[in-house]
């Protein structure tokens, strides 16, 4: 069993608690977080020890740490994590700026340690009954396809929606990681991408009760719309918005030479595919072909413990979210520029997962 602290004690740390004490290769060892108050609140909802920063960090017998800091901190912490001679699994995105991504990158391989990243939503059924689909080549060879996340945001029901609208948030840095991976884990590297970004208003109104009536001063754009061409071949039109009030699209579309593919919610471990098939001539729902199709947040890291196990690459690498780091950086670059922006990075496809999983097992 691989021990694992946690850092970061906010929102999100209930499903990784849950999610790491659901797999047998894994143990919580403790939670740490900048706020001693938020840490300790968790370990005696849990009954997991509490420790500080620097001490979970000085613990010989941590040998992973799970970084659910905020966005701006998780390359100032993961890089914290490597220097104490630890593996690392970040919540999404890597890092805000490229640099800082490829910085990790650079101390893990220094120190012989791993980096895996969030999201790990693709390692659910769903996801991968989709994976399966495609390579047992249902839909044929996939030329195009949409991905769409448009809403209005958070603006109207977040305790908090302030952040979601500076720089290094908005629609695409917040939920794009979970459509660009999910993508790049069907189809493979992105090689080019080519966007316009703009926003809906300078000013957003909050509405949760906690902060109602306050303004919001829009600083990052919340409607962005792009074109991915991947090194496959297939060309996907993506929209990002926090502009768009209501709509009829699917998450993601996948046109193939013999048939289609609607792709459920990358945001979630489950959800139905469907696929029309020229033969069928119909749209159909598939069951699932794979395990975990309900929440299972925090099971990249016991994909981390069974990669190290083995000596295989671990599935949501450092790698892979620098690849997807870098597309999220192209659609600003791209706006900025009106050209197409070439993608330097390249991954490769994580592996698929195997089928018939007992719950809490990874291979
Ligand atoms: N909340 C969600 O539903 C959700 C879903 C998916 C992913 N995420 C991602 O998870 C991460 C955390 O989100 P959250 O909603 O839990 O945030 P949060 O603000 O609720 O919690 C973050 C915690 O990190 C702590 N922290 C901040 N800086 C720190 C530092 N330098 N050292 C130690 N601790 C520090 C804070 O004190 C806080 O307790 C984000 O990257 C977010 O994008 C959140």
New binding site residues.
């Given amino acids: 069993m691989m021990k694992v602290g946690i850092?970061?004690?906010?929102?999100?740390?209930q499903a990784y608690i849950d999610g790491i004490r659901r797999f047998r290769n894994l143990e919580l060892a403790g939670l740490?977080?900048?706020?001693r108050k938020?840490a300790e609140s968790k370990g005696a909802e849990n009954s997991c020890p509490v420790m500080d920063?620097e001490e979970m960090l000085s613990d010989a017998a941590i040998e992973t740490v799970v970084n659910?800091?905020?966005?701006k901190?998780?390359a100032?912490?993961s890089l914290q994590i490597l220097k104490a001679g630890k593996h690392v699994h970040s919540?999404?995105p890597l890092a805000t700026a490229l640099v800082d991504g490829e910085n990790i990158l650079k101390e893990a391989e220094a120190q012989g340690l791993r980096v895996s990243c969030?999201p790990d939503t693709f390692l659910g059924a769903g996801l991968q009954t989709c994976r399966k689909l495609a390579d047992d080549n249902w839909i044929g060879s996939v030329t195009g396809g949409t991905a769409f996340m448009m809403s209005m945001g958070p603006a109207s029901w977040h305790p908090n929606p302030f952040f979601f609208y500076q720089d290094g948030a908005g629609p695409l840095f917040?939920v794009g990681p979970y459509y660009v991976t999910a993508l790049v884990h069907l189809l493979g590297p992105v090689k080019k991408v080519t966007a316009v970004n703009t926003m809906g208003t300078a000013e957003r109104i909050a509405g949760h009760e906690s902060v109602k009536g306050r303004r919001i001063s829009v600083e990052t754009p919340t409607h962005l719309s792009g074109v991915l061409e991947f090194h496959n071949g297939t060309v996907i039109t993506m929209v990002m918005s926090f502009d768009v009030a209501a709509h009829g699209h699917s998450p993601i579309e996948l046109y193939g030479t013999r048939g289609s593919m609607k792709v459920p919610d990358p945001n979630t471990f489950g959800g139905n595919p469907e696929i029309f098939t020229t033969d069928s001539n119909s749209w159909f729902s598939v069951p699932w072909s794979h395990g975990y199709g309900t929440n299972s947040r925090g099971i990249a890291v016991a994909d981390l413990a069974a990669a190290l196990e083995t000596g295989r690459e671990q599935r949501c690498s450092g790698k892979l979210a620098y690849h997807v780091l870098e597309v999220m950086h192209a659609f600003g670059k791209s706006s900025a520029s009106g050209r197409h922006e070439a993608i330097v990075s390249t991954c490769e496809r994580p592996a698929p997962m195997a089928a018939g999983l007992m719950d809490g097992d990874i291979v």
Avoid: M, R
Avoid at 7 to 13: A, D, E, L, R, V
Avoid at 32 to 35: G, L, P, S
């Fill in positions: 850092i970061g004690c906010g929102n999100i740390s740490a977080d900048i706020d938020a920063v659910l800091t905020v966005p901190v998780h100032e912490v919540e999404k969030a917040d």
